[in-house]
């Protein structure tokens, strides 16, 4: 269950504070009870993200720390991005930060290496986010479960993968060069 700020007011004696109650708990949450999601579930999240994300960036914002725990989910499982505390705003068309932000198994390795970064970040977060949903764990995880490096290895694809979802993956740039078939 979680809260989201709707809006805000004062008058001469109160702040007033008005929140939206979301029911359906954490992306993260329903991963850790079913495992790994389903193509279909993993699809509908998915371009609710994408839908999130180009709204974001269409204003000027990068998340910044897109990651499971950040994504909620209403009574009819429509996702909900919250956390805006490491955001970035006024970053639009070229223009870029480099402030390290955010939760370090998600970062671009852009973001790790405190180089010049733009809204890529975030997709970047959301390749890591799908790959968590279709796998329950991160593709930079040897399938011995040893941790790897984006900075110098490439994901791991499981070749149960669906050929769709792989391309979904590579599309979002979590695959600098190619990917290894475990």
């Known amino acids: 269950m979680c809260f989201t700020l709707l ?3 004062p008058d001469q004696n109160h ?3 008005i929140l939206e109650y979301i029911r359906g708990g954490t ?4 991963m850790r009870k079913a495992g790994h999601l389903e193509e279909d579930a993993i699809a509908f999240y998915s371009a609710e993200m994408i839908c999130g994300l180009q709204f974001l960036h269409s204003k000027g914002i ?3 720390d897109l990651k499971p725990a ?6 009819e499982s429509h ?11 006024n970053i639009s068309g070229n223009d870029t930060t480099t402030r390290k ?3 370090p198994r998600y970062m671009a390795p852009e973001v790790i290496e405190e180089k010049e970064y733009n809204a890529a970040a975030d997709w970047w977060s959301l390749g890591i986010i799908i790959y968590q949903m279709a796998t329950y764990t991160f593709p930079f995880t040897s399938p011995m479960g040893k941790q790897l490096s984006p900075l110098t290895d490439e994901p791991f694809y499981p070749s149960w993968l669906s050929d769709e979802l792989v391309d979904l993956l590579q599309a979002v740039s ?7 078939i475990m």
Do not use: P
């Open 7 to 9: 809006v805000c007011f």
């Open 79 to 89: 996702i909900k991005i919250v956390d805006f505390g490491l955001a970035k705003e």
């Open 15 to 17: 702040a007033y504070i």
């Open 62 to 64: 990068i998340h910044r």
């Open 174 to 180: 979590i695959s600098k060069l190619y990917c290894r």
């Open 27 to 30: 992306l993260m949450a329903g």
């Open 101 to 103: 932000a955010g939760t």
């Open 70 to 75: 950040n994504i909620m989910l209403d009574q």
